[in-house]
Nanobody, 115 residues
Framework: QVQLVESGGGLVQPGGSLRLSCAVS????????MGWYRQAPGKQRELVAA???????TYTNSVKGRFAISRDNAKDTVYLQMNSLKPEDTAVYYC?????????WGQGTQVTVSS
């Protein structure tokens, strides 16, 4: 069984930065599409950013230019650098690994942007 463990969340003021990490228990980061999703209270879970095995990246429009996804294959870890955070970025952030019909999710980490 593959485990994904997110970390790095917390409380930050508007305009601040956080870096989320997703540690994966098996060496799949380079061969799976890795994604970050978020779910705010009362809203559906949405894709924030993803990176494919070929290193193509995609971002939801609201985070373009502020967030950056990256991975370290040697450490089996995926990162989400979040800059210029806004209150509307407040949500639980989840890491996802997917390969065709195979999907693994982490438990999530809370990000709260508030003054």
């Amino acid at each position: 069984q593959v485990q994904l463990v997110e970390s790095g969340g917390g409380l930050v003021q508007p305009g601040g930065s956080l870096r989320l990490s997703c540690a994966v228990s098996r060496n799949i980061v380079s061969s799976y599409t890795m994604g970050w999703y978020r779910q705010a209270p009362g809203k559906q879970r949405e894709l924030v950013a993803a990176i494919t095995p070929s290193s193509a990246t995609t971002y939801t429009n609201s985070v373009k230019g502020r967030f950056a996804i990256s991975r370290d294959n040697a450490k089996d870890t995926v990162y989400l650098q979040m800059n210029s955070l806004k209150p509307e970025d407040t949500a639980v952030y989840y890491c996802k690994a997917s390969y065709y019909s195979v999907t693994y999710w982490g438990q999530g980490t809370q990000v709260t942007v508030s003054s």
